[in-house]
């Protein structure tokens, strides 16, 4: 089974930033899909962020553009999710997920593997 462990969450201060990491095992990286969704307290699962394989398409969530940015290094079998100008709202659980049979996905239940989730917190 492919595992993907999440790292880079914590506490900020609204206006802050933080860069979480997202690395897979195994050496066939460069062959997944790569997304970042997010769940708060008492709501769904929602989008982030997603990216192709090769990196050349990237799709971003209208409450995150402009403010977040994902990339991957395939050398390092990892996907990153810079967050700039962070919000109260950004609060959530952030889970990376990959998938083989997508070139980019927006949808939870295209994605086949999922990380164990990295708790971040913004404060006002």
């Known amino acids: 089974q492919v595992q993907l462990v999440e790292s880079g969450g914590g506490l900020v201060q609204a206006g802050g930033s933080l860069r979480l990491s997202c690395a897979l095992s195994?050496?066939?990286?460069?062959?997944?899909?790569m997304g970042w969704f997010r769940q708060a307290p008492g709501k769904e699962r929602e989008f982030v962020a997603a990216i192709s394989r090769g990196g050349g398409n990237t799709v971003y969530a209208d409450s995150v553009k402009g403010r977040f940015t994902i990339s991957r290094d395939n050398a390092k079998n990892t996907v990153y999710l810079q967050m700039n100008s962070l919000r109260p709202e950004d609060t959530a659980v952030y889970y990376c997920a990959a998938d083989l049979n997508v070139i980019v996905a927006t949808i939870s239940s295209r994605y086949d593997h999922w990380g164990q989730g990295t708790q971040v917190t913004v404060s006002s």
């Open positions: 195994g050496r066939t990286f460069p062959f997944y899909a």
